[in-house]
């Protein structure tokens, strides 16, 4: 009999977005990788073509496509300043990797691991309480809009 690792956050934790933008923010540098079909989520929402979302906001690395980044300040092209705080344009059609945000591999790699990301997203270890299940459901939701328009881990606009 196998036994199944149990993850270090098997108790669960805690998040409450309080859309600071912060996770969406540089300085440094990452990928904001998209699927075909939230491409066209984004086109239909920015209602622009497909092909104008791919050359405005888009590039490829190797075979997969990511969101390009403000070149100075490394933010995501779709976080802009509005009503005196930064918002995401594409919010309600935004990727899977930004739904699943801080439920990142990298983030519940360890304990320390996710503490520092909470350096970062003062939204960490605060309010709403995820089980495990939950958070692994987040973590495996890759078709996003065909379960729910927005998972519970989700900011309000």
Request: with cysteine; glycine share 6%; charged share 30%.
């Given at each position: 009999?196998?036994?199944?690792?149990?993850?270090?956050?098997?108790?669960g934790?805690?998040?409450e977005?309080?859309?600071c933008?912060?996770?969406?923010?540089?300085?440094?540098?990452?990928?904001?990788?998209v699927?075909?079909?939230?491409?066209?989520?984004?086109a239909?929402?920015?209602?622009?073509p497909?092909?104008?979302?791919?050359?405005n906001?888009?590039?490829?690395?190797?075979?997969?496509?990511?969101?390009?980044?403000?070149?100075?300040?490394?933010?995501?092209?779709?976080l802009?300043?509005?009503?005196?705080?930064?918002?995401?344009?594409?919010?309600?059609?935004?990727?899977?990797?930004?739904?699943?945000?801080?439920?990142?591999?990298?983030?519940?790699?360890?304990?320390?691991?996710?503490?520092?990301?909470?350096?970062?997203?003062?939204?960490?270890?605060?309010?709403?309480?995820?089980?495990?299940?939950?958070?692994?459901?987040?973590?495996?939701?890759?078709?996003?809009?065909?379960?729910?328009?927005?998972?519970p881990?989700?900011?309000?606009?």
């Amino acid at each position: 009999m196998v036994k199944k690792k149990s993850q270090w956050y098997v108790a669960g934790l805690h998040f409450e977005c309080v859309q600071c933008g912060a996770c969406c923010a540089g300085p440094s540098q990452g990928y904001i990788w998209v699927t075909r079909p939230e491409i066209k989520f984004i086109a239909d929402f920015l209602k622009i073509p497909v092909s104008q979302v791919r050359r405005n906001y888009l590039k490829r690395i190797g075979f997969r496509t990511t969101i390009v980044e403000q070149p100075n300040t490394k933010d995501c092209i779709f976080l802009r300043e509005s009503e005196g705080r930064k918002k995401c344009i594409v919010y309600p059609v935004r990727p899977r990797q930004c739904r699943g945000w801080p439920f990142w591999a990298g983030n519940l790699a360890s304990p320390d691991t996710w503490n520092k990301a909470a350096q970062k997203c003062v939204g960490i270890n605060r309010g709403r309480f995820y089980s495990t299940e939950e958070i692994e459901r987040i973590r495996r939701d890759e078709k996003w809009w065909k379960v729910a328009k927005q998972p519970p881990n989700s900011c309000k606009e």
